[in-house]
């Protein structure tokens, strides 16, 4: 199933360059625009947007920035929307990975959400040439715990018969 449409936010100017170079910024449905979330959400928000989904990519972003991503959500996505991230948080440590998983969980629950993580057997999906001269992996776990957060439809109006 196609999207009617698509925005693609992306911060790094040799990945926009790449994906203009491909011709995202042309294709039908799709709004390809540079600048960092923080520096692009406001202006989505002005303009009313309403998404069914959204990923965002985490990488090198901190726990404080997820939060603040988050309680935008709520305003962006629209009800039963689905949201998803790189869950990247603590990727060596499987104990403090599930803290996080748990703790972004009890946040977003608070926000109207609730999460799923669907576990990927991520050793056996990649070959292990995938990390070859690799100096910095960014998953060190067997594991990858894939989120998938619904946002609640708003509660039935009670209003006295």
Not at 3 to 15: F, K, L, R
Not at 31 to 60: K, M, N, S
């Amino acid at each position: 199933r196609r999207p009617n449409s698509h925005i693609i936010i992306e911060a790094h100017p040799d990945v926009y360059a790449h994906a203009v170079a491909r011709g995202w910024d042309t294709r039908p449905g799709v709004r390809l625009l540079f600048g960092r979330w923080q520096e692009v959400l406001p202006q989505l928000l002005a303009e009313g947007v309403r998404l069914d989904g959204v990923f965002w990519d985490t990488y090198a972003e901190y726990y404080a920035d997820m939060r603040e991503f988050h309680e935008a959500l709520p305003k962006l996505l629209r009800p039963t929307g689905v949201y998803s991230f790189f869950n990247g948080l603590a990727p060596d440590n499987v104990f403090f990975h599930m803290v996080y998983s748990r703790l972004v969980a009890l946040e977003l629950g608070k926000l109207g959400f609730t999460t799923r993580y669907h576990p990927i057997k991520i050793q056996e999906a990649l070959d292990p040439a995938v990390w070859e001269g690799v100096k910095n992996k960014y998953w060190h776990l067997p594991n990858y715990f894939l989120p998938e957060c619904v946002l609640a439809p708003p509660p039935a109006s009670t209003t006295p018969a």
